[in-house]
């Protein structure tokens, strides 16, 4: 599987971005989906993940309610609107895709750089 992230750019704080992760080499019906992000200095941190087959969202308590993550099942991409961005949100943005019921996060793409401005 591999996983291309793009989208990323400078935004003012309170504007929005979309991040799209195009995903490919094989079939992915049994997938599970996520997006994290890595500010300097700081560990990874998960953002919010979703299932390949069902509509099921899961998002970490500091991006609930402005992040929406989303899949297009027809065209293979995952994508994360992020509205209402923070300067905290500045970060490199990384998808990750795994095997549904598994704990791991086998395939990473190669992040796409956020920056917001303050």
């Known amino acids: 599987v591999q996983l291309q992230a793009s989208g990323g750019g400078l935004v003012q704080a309170g504007g929005s971005l979309r991040l799209s992760c195009n995903v490919s080499?094989?079939?992915?019906?049994?997938?599970?989906m996520a997006w994290f992000r890595q500010a300097p200095g700081k560990e990874r941190e998960f953002l919010a993940n979703?299932?390949?087959?069902?509509?099921?969202?899961y998002y970490a308590n500091s991006v609930a309610g402005r992040f929406t993550i989303s899949r297009d099942n027809a065209k293979n991409i995952v994508y994360l609107q992020m509205s209402s961005l923070k300067p905290e949100d500045t970060a490199v943005y990384y998808c990750?895709?795994?095997?549904?019921?598994?704990?791991?996060?086998?395939?990473w793409g190669q992040g796409t750089q956020v920056t917001v401005s303050s």
């Open positions: 080499g094989r079939t992915i019906s049994n997938y599970k």
């Open positions: 990750a895709a795994g095997v549904a019921g598994s704990r791991d996060w086998t395939y």
């Open positions: 979703i299932l390949w087959r069902v509509r099921s969202t």
